[in-house]
C-alpha cells in the first residue's frame, strides 16, 4: 500500500492511491450519529467514508455551502472547478486495531472503493489546481 504518515491525533494515517484524480466535490455530512464524507470524483465514481475529523487543504479556491439537516447536524458541500486530489490520507485511532485497520484499507482499494469501509477514520484530502 501507500505511505503511512502521522497525523495530528499522533496516529498512523494511511495514503490512498488517489493522487492526480479529478475531484468535481467533497460532501460532509457532519451527524453525530453517521458522519460521513464522500468524493466525488470526474470519473463518475464516488467514494464514501464514515468520518471522524475532517481536514482539507486547498491551493485552489473552494466554495462552500452549509444546510442545516436537523436539530443536530448539518451537510457541507466544498466545490471548485479544475481540481485534482493532491493527496488523501486516512487514520484510525486505535492503536489495538491498527492490523485490522490495514487489511480492510487493503480490501477496500483492491475493490476500487465499491466495498464498504467498515471503520470510522480521521481524514486529511489536499487538493490542487490542474
Known sequence: MSNTTTG????PRRRLPLEGV???????????REPEAELHLED?????????????VSEVGVRVTM???????YIAR?????????SVEIG??????????????DQWVASGYADELH??????????AV
Not at 495530528?8 to 496516529?11: E, S, V, W
Not at 479529478?22 to 453525530?32: K, M, Q, R, S, Y
Not at 463518475?44 to 475529523?53: E, F, P, Q, T, Y
Not at 444546510?67 to 447536524?73: G, T, V
Open 92 to 105: 484510525f485511532d486505535d492503536p489495538g486495531w491498527q492490523h485490522e485497520f490495514n487489511s480492510e484499507v
Open 22 to 32: 479529478g475531484l468535481t466535490e467533497l460532501v460532509h455530512c457532519a451527524d453525530p
Open 8 to 11: 495530528p491525533k499522533a496516529h
Open 119 to 128: 471503520c470510522v477514520v480521521d481524514a486529511r484530502i489536499a487538493i490542487r
Open 78 to 86: 466544498y466545490t471548485c472547478e479544475k481540481s485534482t486530489l493532491e
Open 67 to 73: 444546510r442545516y439537516n436537523d436539530d443536530s447536524s
Open 44 to 56: 463518475g465514481r464516488v467514494i464514501k467514508l464514515a468520518i471522524g475529523d475532517l481536514e482539507l
